[in-house]
């Protein structure tokens, strides 16, 4: 979080005065249910009074947006106007629940997705001068956000003082400013809220799981079975509690590196047993290992001590991002007693761990579109793609031009008439970098349409492959790990550390 000059972030002392020295929010005691008639009366009393009509929030510092999608409980990704915009809120620090998992993070980011996605007159408010434009990434806005879930502006709500209000976090304003005096409010709905111990003051959040219990399981049996052991949302089509998942410890293969964060590999099919020994289902010996995409976050240096090829044993739990089932609150530390992460060697330079795991490999799967099915329905084109979710693949994909009116790298229709690219590149140096597979459909109105598979570059990737690189036209075998998209597809290409993990064969 960014503030300017009129404001001093004290976060340190903040969790201290709630936690301990560790400056951690620690779990609380009490019981999971919300105080008896309690009213939220700092919120209920507090009313927008700037004129946002007429205005743009990315020009004006104020102006009216709708929602695009959610992140979590404290970070909202906004239109304003045909503008596609990352915002986070300013004055609160809810629980984490994407990188990590902390308790109240899954009914925070909860609380603010149902908020965001359903009211009908959403109001973005910031004082640039005060708090600052952008996020010290420079990748996200930053404000208030107003909301009505009825469209009246009569009944505008600050969100962002809500959730401090309902225990979700503390207050992160510590000092008035005279165009923008929320201080006192933001710490009178502190107050309240610690004054009856309301979530993170003093009870427990009933989707965590504050227990030592530690499940060992394979990628394939995850992949199998994501609803019994991974996070699980409170709108989920099977109607299950929502939970933030078990902890989890596996053990695998690390087969690419994107920035700090593995693709892993099952080391070995997966087998199930009865008590006796008697095999109830196995997979077939030609079937491929499970993968998976492994969020380590930022900052954990973890290239700098795992390397392809090496077998990991750690902690974490899973979620789904995007639809995309992939591991996260990965413990990184090798020297935690409690929760180490290990390394137990590298197959490619120890003949005995090869010997132990015979079926490992670091080679990707040979994922040839052009024998995809090409009489696929529109409904269910990409099925064949299927097969090689949350895989690492070897396949050709051709760079293509890309033009308002088309689809972005986020699936949603490009606005406008000036964007003519064969990439789109945001301030933290991720890009998408548009392309086909060679796979393709039959279409009596269009001909024959080649299926899209975007290439998508993480900031992180080290070395960092500029989009530049790319020609439009030109077809490229790309070592990559295939990850759904909205409806389509993604290739996402790993660190270039060999060459041939990118190959340019010109124009085929």
């Keep these: 979080m960014k503030f300017g000059k009129k404001l001093v972030m004290l976060l340190a002392t903040s969790f201290m005065l709630l936690a301990g020295c560790d400056g951690k929010i620690q779990p609380s005691t009490g019981t999971s249910e919300t105080p008896e008639n309690y009213q939220t009366t700092v919120t209920d009393n507090f009313h927008l009074k700037r004129d946002y ?29 045909t503008e596609k915009i990352k915002f986070r809120y300013l004055g609160v620090n809810t629980p984490e629940s994407t990188a990590k998992m902390e308790p109240w993070g899954l009914p925070a980011s909860q609380f603010t997705k149902e908020k965001t996605s359903k009211a009908k007159l959403i109001v973005l408010e910031n004082d640039v001068e005060a708090y600052g434009r952008m996020d010290n990434n ?94 699980v949302e409170e709108d989920n089509e099977e109607g299950l509690d929502p939970s933030a998942g078990k902890q989890l410890r596996i053990r695998g293969l690390v087969v690419g590196m994107i920035g700090d964060n593995m693709i892993l590999r099952d080391l070995q099919r997966y087998k199930l047993e009865d008590e006796n020994g008697n095999i109830i289902f196995e997979q077939e010996e030609d079937d491929m290992l499970a993968g998976i995409y492994c969020y380590a976050g930022f900052n954990t240096s973890l290239a700098g001590s795992v390397s392809v090829g090496d077998v990991v044993f750690f902690y974490c739990r899973a979620n789904k991002f995007n639809g995309t089932i992939q591991l996260s609150d990965i ?65 050709r994909v051709t760079v293509r031009i890309i033009e ?24 933290s140096g991720n890009y998408t970098c548009y392309a086909n597979s060679q796979a393709y459909y039959h279409s009596n109105t269009y001909g024959d349409q080649y299926l899209t598979l975007n290439i998508r570059v993480d900031g992180t990737q080290y070395p960092h492959i500029n989009p530049t690189f790319f020609v439009p036209g030109h077809t490229y075998e790309c070592y990559g790990y295939l990850s759904p998209y909205f409806d389509k597809y993604q290739l996402m290409l790993l660190n270039n550390t060999n060459p041939a ?8």
Excluded at 501 to 508: C, H, K, R
């Design 53 to 81: 009509e007429n205005k743009v929030f990315t020009e004006d510092g104020i102006g009216v947006a709708t929602f695009r999608s959610h992140t979590d409980g404290d970070t909202t990704n906004w239109w304003v106007g």
């Design 501 to 508: 993990y990118v190959v340019d064969l010109g124009v085929l």
């Design 331 to 395: 413990k990184t530390s090798f020297t935690d007693r409690k929760r180490p992460f290990i390394r137990e060697g590298n197959i490619l330079d120890n003949p005995a761990l090869l010997e132990k795991y015979p079926e490992a490999t670091v080679e990707p799967y040979d994922m040839d579109t052009s024998t995809f099915d090409p009489s696929f329905k529109n409904d269910t084109r990409y099925t064949d793609f299927k097969e090689y979710e949350g895989r690492l693949v070897k396949t």
């Design 404 to 427: 308002s009116g088309d689809y972005d790298e986020d699936g949603d229709i490009i606005g406008g008439t000036e964007f003519t690219s064969h990439y789109k590149e945001d301030a």
């Design 138 to 231: 420079n990748a996200r806005y930053l404000g208030f956000v107003w909301y009505s879930m009825d469209g009246d502006p009569a009944n505008l709500r600050c969100l962002n003082l809500e959730l401090i209000e309902l225990g979700y976090s503390l207050n992160q304003i510590f000092e008035d400013t005279p165009l923008c005096p929320y201080y006192s409010t933001f710490a009178a709905a502190e107050e309240h809220a610690r004054s009856v111990k309301i979530r993170i003051f003093g009870q427990l959040d009933p989707t965590f799981d504050y227990s030592d219990d530690v499940v060992t399981i394979s990628l394939y049996e995850l992949r199998a079975n994501y609803s019994k052991y991974g996070k």
